[in-house]
Nanobody, 121 residues
C-alpha cells in the first residue's frame, strides 16, 4: 500500500503565495508521475499540474505563469509553488501519484486526503 501525505495549505490573501508538499511512502518501486488536482465546491476535480519521471511538466491554463511544480525523487515528494493567488484558486488540492510497487507490477494511481487552500475575495 502507498500513502500520500499533503501539507502546506491554508488561508492566504489575494496576491500571496503558498507551497504545497506531498510525500509518498509505503510500497514504492517507482513513481512515473506525480501531480496536483483541485476541486472547488460544486465543481469537478481538475488538473492543476503534473510532472513525469523525466521532469516534463504540464499545467492547466489557470496556473500557467503562477504555479510551479517540482519533485524530489529521492524523497518521493512533489511540490507545488503557487504565487499571485486569486480567490478562484480556492479549492481542496489533492496530490496524485502513479506508482509501481514492484518491478513488473501494474501502475496504480493513489490520492492524498486533500489540503484546503482558501484565498478570500
Amino acid at each position: 500500500q502507498v500513502q500520500l501525505v499533503e501539507s502546506g495549505g491554508g488561508l492566504v490573501q489575494a496576491g500571496g503565495s503558498l507551497r504545497l508538499s506531498c510525500a509518498a511512502s509505503g510500497s514504492i518501486f517507482s513513481i512515473s508521475a506525480m501531480g496536483w488536482y483541485r476541486q472547488a465546491p460544486g465543481n469537478q476535480r481538475e488538473l492543476v499540474a503534473d510532472i513525469v519521471s523525466d521532469d516534463r511538466t504540464r499545467y492547466a491554463d489557470s496556473g500557467k505563469g503562477r504555479f510551479t511544480i517540482s519533485r524530489d525523487n529521492a524523497k518521493n515528494t512533489v511540490y507545488l509553488q503557487m504565487s499571485s493567488l486569486k480567490p478562484e484558486d480556492t479549492a481542496v488540492y489533492y496530490c496524485n501519484a502513479a506508482v509501481r510497487s514492484t518491478k513488473w507490477g501494474p501502475v496504480v494511481s493513489y490520492w492524498g486526503q486533500g489540503t484546503q487552500v482558501t484565498v478570500p475575495s
